[in-house]
């Protein structure tokens, strides 16, 4: 029997059956919840987030759209904008500790058990790994602690033209790096 | 235009694919995107790199528990619990919500008498409340409990005449460089502007339509926040409630 895809699983999530809404959470779990904690750097509020993710896919299946891109993909921006919303509710901007040390900030080391389906999020992961420190940080403080450029260089103690020109190097340089994949 | 203004406005692009432009910049450049080619197609690449720190990150594995919550939150869990009292609790913010705007009503004709300096704003505001009871007379309305501390009140959907209305009590009020802006929120979680609003004046309540150019279905939920006065593209300042549709 073929596994059914993500395509078919959601269409039954929107006609309200439970176990197809219990497969997607079981395949896709770990890259949301990897997503969510990456943001709130807490595991109880990373769950919190996990969970109303989950419930927000329950609750608008029918709103998927295919052609707009994969499942996962969808998942993961609502995800992002769970986790920044909670993180914006409890006011918890990232302390100097936590955002001055891009090495502290993407320490994780990932399990050498390669799987054929994790090869894109180890590629996408060496890949942020390999800017330079100052770029990474940037890339961090935006896209996962939902900073604008104005509130990087504040709390980075930048000028602000330092930060914009550091984002768009960060930028540049993962964009020629994945378009050559 | 101007290659300079192109370049400078090309530059932002990355930040603005991150969200981390900032709120000044954003206006000018989405002006920009409408007619410019090479920057819809660069902001596409941006986009997909975007897209990607989405998934550059180790898979982490939540407690077994989790799973366990969220099946709890199924039908098939409630099923034995909870219908009873989601059908009653409908009912009863129905009906709370019809006895509050009849006392809001009778508490807005007195208002117009005494404050003939405010007749304009009052006014607006009556025709607010009625516009909510009208609401209320259709059978088809859904009345949503708003509870964020100190606030509350309700949110009027009528899906099938596309329409909805605020009512809420205890509104803080703002400066005047400050505005409260009504947000619809899409299934992705991106934010519509549906209108800015100001509590009125000497009323504990404020009677708000919303504004939706687009159908009320195609929306999960719909939030409040402060921003500065004249409003914002997307929100900026603190969120003071959200109810889920």
């Known amino acids: 029997m073929t596994t059914p895809d993500d395509v078919e699983l959601v269409t039954r999530v929107a006609n309200g059956e439970e176990r197809a809404f219990l497969m997607l959470y079981d395949r896709h779990v770990g890259r949301v919840h990897a997503l969510t904690l990456r943001i709130l750097n807490n595991p109880m509020l990373a769950e919190e987030a996990t969970q109303d993710t989950f419930l927000k896919l329950w609750g608008r299946a029918r709103l998927y759209l295919n052609e707009r891109g994969p499942l996962l993909l969808w998942l993961l921006t609502i995800a992002r904008r769970t986790a920044l919303d909670r993180l914006r509710l409890e006011a918890r901007r990232p302390m100097l500790s936590d955002a001055n040390d891009p090495e502290d900030s993407w320490d994780l080391i990932p399990d050498l058990n390669t799987l054929p389906e994790e090869s894109r999020w180890r590629s996408l992961y060496f890949a942020v790994q390999s800017l330079q420190p100052d770029h990474r940080q940037v890339i961090d403080l935006a896209y996962y602690q939902g900073m604008s450029q104005s509130e990087i260089a504040e709390v980075l103690g930048w000028p602000l033209g330092t930060v914009k020109s550091r984002l768009r190097a960060a930028m540049e340089h993962l964009r020629e790096k994945w378009n050559e994949e | ?245």
Not at chain 2, 13 to 39: F, K, M, N
Not at chain 2, 52 to 65: C, E, G, R, V, Y
Not at chain 2, 116 to 131: D, E, K, M, P
């Open chain 2, 1 to 245: 235009m101007a290659l300079d203004e192109h370049s400078l406005l090309r530059e932002n692009i990355p930040a603005y694919a991150l969200g981390a432009l900032d709120a000044e910049d954003i206006r000018a450049l989405e002006v920009h995107l409408q007619t410019c080619e090479s920057c819809r197609a660069e902001l596409a690449d941006y986009r997909f790199v975007s897209d990607n720190l989405l998934s550059a990150i180790p898979p982490a594995q939540p407690s077994p528990a989790l799973r366990k919550r969220l099946q709890s939150h199924l039908p098939s869990a409630q099923k034995t619990t909870r219908p009873r009292f989601i059908w009653s609790f409908s009912r009863l913010a129905m009906g709370g919500a019809l006895a509050l705007l009849f006392v809001m009503n009778l508490f807005s004709f007195a208002q117009m008498r005494a404050l003939q300096r405010q007749q304009l704003s009052v006014q607006r505001q009556l025709q607010n409340n009625q516009a909510a009871l009208a609401m209320l007379s259709y059978p088809g309305t859904e009345a949503l409990a708003i509870a964020a501390g100190n606030i509350s009140g309700t949110v009027l959907l009528d899906r099938d005449r596309n329409s909805a209305a605020l009512v809420v009590w205890n509104l803080p009020e703002l400066s005047e460089e400050q505005t409260y802006q009504i947000w619809l929120i899409e299934a992705d979680e991106d934010r519509v502007s549906a209108g800015l609003f100001r509590p009125q004046a000497d009323l504990p309540y404020t009677t708000q339509p919303v504004f939706s150019s687009q159908s009320i279905s195609n929306f999960v939920g719909i939030g409040v926040t402060v921003e500065p006065s004249g409003g914002s593209e997307q929100p900026t300042g603190p969120r003071i409630f959200k109810v889920d549709f």
